[in-house]
C-alpha cells in the first residue's frame, strides 16, 4: 500500500510529550464503549504513533550530531 508523504512541518511538541499523548489515547480507546469511537482513537494512535517516531527520530539525531559532530562522507 502506497500513501503519500504529509508535508514537512515545524515540530510544535517533543517526543516525551508526544509519548504521553499517546499513552492518554490509548486510555480514552480502552473506555470507549462505541465502535464508531474506537475506530476514531485508533486513527489518531496511528497518526500520533508516525508523529511520535519521527519526533523521536530527529531528537535522537540532533543530540548525535551535537555530541559528535556532522558525519563525513
Not at 11 to 40: G, Y
Amino acid at each position: 500500500m502506497i500513501t503519500a508523504m504529509r508535508p514537512f512541518t515545524i515540530p510544535t511538541t517533543s517526543a516525551a510529550e508526544e509519548r504521553a499523548r499517546l499513552a492518554q489515547l490509548r486510555a480514552e480507546r480502552a473506555q470507549a464503549v462505541d465502535s464508531e469511537l474506537r475506530e476514531d482513537i485508533d486513527a489518531e494512535i496511528v497518526a500520533a504513533t508516525g508523529t511520535y517516531v519521527g519526533l523521536a527520530v530527529t531528537e535522537i539525531a540532533t543530540l548525535r550530531g551535537e555530541l559528535a559532530g556532522r558525519d563525513q562522507g
